[in-house]
């Protein structure tokens, strides 16, 4: 799930746990907003589909897909897209863009996935792993669902970014809840997630059986720069989102079929 285009106006207090961020609650704006702005349309989407490269022919994941912008982006280059989304409304957003007879599923990053062992050649999972305070099951069941060789290309908020405007600052090494305020048409809803320091993604995806392959904090799609004249310049300067690849080890045989 992507997030929204503006720097929250309250990322401060230490969020309640057990919030729920219900997208259901403002899909059709969310989706709206977040369709051609800078952050989302133009660094957070085309950072994903480069660090995918040539996808024609393959199996895609899309985990969170949202209203299916990603979706749409890697179907368009030829891959075979299936995606999931835990909120109703989002993904009937996506159905709406994608078709009838798109693989789509309301399904939930913390449960088991409804997929074999070795589904997909890669899983893609644009700004959601920071709304889960445990990513240890997540992963094992990305990997499980990945084939040998296969990848998983992965964003999340900047572990920095959520640290430095936090007020009181937390302590960098542990993993603490955040909240924003999110405004739609004059409603605010809030909204958690959970910022972990960079060695704690990395070993999360160790852990899961992942190899890192790639690390990237991009900047801004140079396209951006005549449509967001004066936000442009700023988000050159300032890193927003992180980005992994990571890949399941081929098997034994060598073989990645």
């Known amino acids: 799930m992507e997030r929204i285009a503006d720097v929250p106006e309250s990322l401060a207090q230490p969020a309640d746990p057990a919030q729920a961020n219900d997208y259901d609650n403002f899909a059709e704006a969310y989706s709206a907003d977040t369709e051609n702005n800078l952050l989302n349309a133009y660094i957070a989407r085309p950072a994903?589909?480069?660090?995918?490269?040539?996808?024609?022919?393959?199996?895609?994941?899309?985990?969170?897909?949202?209203?299916?912008?990603?979706?749409?982006?890697?179907?368009?280059?030829?891959?075979?897209?299936?995606?999931?989304d835990a909120s109703a409304g989002m993904v009937a957003l996506a159905r709406r863009r994608l078709g009838d007879d798109a693989a789509l599923h309301v399904v939930d990053l913390s449960d088991r996935l409804p997929f074999a062992d070795g589904a997909f050649d890669d899983v893609v999972a644009s700004l959601v792993l920071h709304y889960l305070e445990d990513w240890g099951p997540t992963l094992a069941e990305l990997r499980r669902v990945l084939r040998p060789g296969g990848r998983l290309i992965a964003s999340v908020n900047h572990p920095f970014v959520d640290y430095?405007?936090?007020?009181?600052?937390?302590?960098?090494?542990?993993?603490?809840?955040?909240?924003?305020?999110?405004?739609?048409?004059?409603?605010?809803?809030p909204m958690s997630f959970w910022r972990r320091p960079l060695h704690a993604m990395t070993d999360a995806f160790t852990t899961a059986g992942f190899r890192l392959a790639v690390i990237s904090?991009?900047?801004?799609?140079?396209?951006?720069?005549?449509?967001?004249?004066?936000?442009?310049?700023?988000?050159?300067k300032k890193v927003g989102f992180l980005f992994f690849v990571v890949e399941v080890p081929p098997s034994a045989a060598g073989s990645d079929d």
């Open 164 to 189: 430095a405007i936090q007020d009181p600052r937390p302590d960098y090494f542990a993993t603490t809840s955040c909240t924003a305020e999110w405004t739609f048409n004059g409603q605010s809803f």
């Open 48 to 84: 994903i589909m480069a660090l995918a490269g040539d996808v024609a022919g393959r199996r895609i994941l899309d985990a969170g897909c949202g209203s299916g912008p990603l979706s749409a982006a890697l179907r368009d280059r030829g891959a075979v897209v299936t995606g999931i």
């Open 217 to 236: 904090e991009p900047q801004p799609d140079p396209a951006a720069r005549e449509l967001f004249p004066d936000d442009f310049p700023v988000l050159s």
